[in-house]
């Protein structure tokens, strides 16, 4: 099943949330405005605020605040990715040159410092404690997140419980974060709020896990980013962490030297990768995260929207891009 299929039943609830970001977008600050349509128009899945709506509407809720919500979570998100970019000193996201390439540096973590201000304020509509909480500490353990990311950058000695750890901070929080936020606003029960947690916490990772096969398995044009580049930033993601652990002498010390080096033979590193079955072993931790997300919500309500919640397990480790 595709992601639209996916998101048909709360196709309306998101193009209210598409006019939510575009009016909270709106500022005085010319370039402000000109950054932020420029990454509305890049689009990207939206997963992020697809699980507030799905898990509210899951569990009944018939409010207007999910919209709201679901934008700050998106604002979380784009900030994230300005900021992130700056620090890889990408220049590729999504099939087009990214805010920092074309805007420059500067404007890019100003204008994610926007985002989350801009965030923070909108949050305080939802008039609920709870919420606030929530998205609160998830910004400062995606903070966290980056920052042990950076310290791992070309370190070849990262273990896998290290790296695990900053996809639990970096990428999976957020998700969390928004499937709980869902829950919330829909008045759940504190088992219903964990199921919700736990459920966006897999998924989370899972999509991340995917995203490090992808690196080294997908094609450039449909990932919207040169494959390869985690290995170009130094980063030792899953499939290079299994290699320093399976692979030959011989392998190892190639993997050692492109990791602290940036700078590598791709085809060699292809080979190692495969001759240790590292995207298999990837793919299989991110399929056990997406069983993980599953059995979450095995006490849901039976709705159309649980049933999406659940097929999007199976989407996130059978997606090409």
Same mark, same amino acid.
């Given at each position: 099943?595709?992601?639209?299929?996916?998101?048909?039943?709360?196709?309306?609830?998101?193009?209210?949330?598409?006019a939510?970001?575009?009016?909270?977008?709106?500022?005085?600050?010319?370039?402000?405005?000109?950054?932020?349509?420029?990454?509305?128009?890049?689009?990207?899945k939206?997963?992020?605020?697809a699980?507030?709506?799905?898990?509210?509407?899951?569990?009944?809720?018939?409010?207007?605040?999910?919209?709201?919500?679901?934008?700050?979570?998106?604002?979380?998100?784009?900030?994230?990715?300005?900021?992130?970019?700056?620090?890889?000193?990408?220049?590729?996201?999504?099939g087009?040159?990214?805010?920092?390439?074309?805007?420059?540096?500067?404007?890019?973590?100003?204008?994610?410092?926007?985002?989350?201000?801009?965030?923070?304020?909108?949050?305080?509509?939802?008039?609920?404690?709870?919420?606030?909480?929530?998205?609160?500490?998830?910004?400062?353990?995606?903070?966290?997140?980056?920052?042990?990311?950076?310290?791992?950058?070309?370190?070849?000695?990262?273990?896998e419980?290290?790296?695990?750890?900053?996809?639990?901070?970096?990428?999976?929080?957020?998700?969390?974060? #928004? @499937? &709980?936020?869902? =829950?919330? %606003? *829909?008045? !759940?029960?504190?088992?219903?709020?964990?199921?919700a947690?736990?459920y966006?916490?897999?998924?989370?990772?899972a999509?991340?896990?995917?995203?490090?096969?992808?690196?080294?398995?997908?094609?450039?044009?449909?990932?919207?980013?040169?494959?390869?580049?985690?290995?170009?930033?130094?980063?030792?993601?899953?499939?290079?962490?299994?290699?320093?652990?399976?692979?030959?002498?011989?392998?190892?010390?190639m993997?050692?030297?492109?990791?602290?080096t940036?700078?590598?033979?791709?085809?060699?590193?292809?080979?190692?990768?495969?001759?240790?079955?590292a995207?298999?072993?990837?793919?299989? #931790? @991110? &399929?056990?995260? =997406?069983? %993980? *997300?599953? !059995?979450?919500?095995?006490?849901?309500p039976?709705?159309?929207?649980?049933?999406?919640?659940?097929?999007?397990?199976?989407?996130?480790?059978?997606?090409?891009?």
């Open positions: 099943m595709k992601l639209p299929d996916l998101l048909a039943p709360i196709a309306q609830d998101m193009t209210h949330v598409d939510v970001i575009r009016e909270r977008l709106n500022s005085e600050v010319v370039l402000i405005r000109t950054i932020g349509d420029y990454i509305v128009g890049a689009g990207g939206r997963m992020r605020p699980l507030v709506l799905m898990i509210a509407r899951a569990l009944g809720y018939e409010g207007k605040h999910h919209h709201l919500m679901a934008a700050v979570v998106e604002f979380i998100h784009t900030a994230t990715l300005l900021h992130d970019d700056v620090v890889d000193e990408s220049g590729m996201r999504r087009r040159q990214t805010a920092n390439a074309v805007f420059g540096n500067a404007a890019s973590v100003l204008v994610g410092d926007y985002l989350y201000s801009r965030s923070f304020e909108m949050m305080v509509d939802a008039g609920s404690m709870r919420v606030m909480a929530i998205l609160s500490e998830a910004t400062t353990v995606i903070a966290e997140g980056e920052v042990l990311q950076l310290l791992n950058v070309h370190d070849p000695d990262v273990s419980a290290r790296y695990l750890q900053v996809v639990r901070y970096k990428t999976a929080k957020l998700f969390e974060a #928004a @499937a &709980r936020v869902g =829950a919330v %606003l *829909a008045g !759940a029960t504190p088992e219903q709020e964990e199921a947690g736990a966006g916490r897999h998924i989370g990772t999509f991340q896990l995917v995203d490090d096969v992808l690196d080294y398995s997908g094609d450039a044009e449909a990932l919207g980013k040169d494959v390869g580049d985690d290995l170009r930033e130094g980063k030792p993601t899953l499939p290079l962490i299994r290699v320093m652990e399976q692979g030959t002498e011989a392998q190892r010390d993997i050692r030297q492109a990791i602290e940036g700078d590598a033979d791709f085809v060699g590193v292809a080979e190692a990768i495969r001759s240790t079955n995207l298999e072993y990837t793919m299989e #931790a @991110a &399929r056990n995260e =997406a069983e %993980l *997300a599953r !059995a979450a919500l095995q006490g849901y039976i709705s159309v929207y649980r049933e999406s919640l659940l097929e999007f397990c199976a989407f996130a480790v059978k997606r090409d891009r």
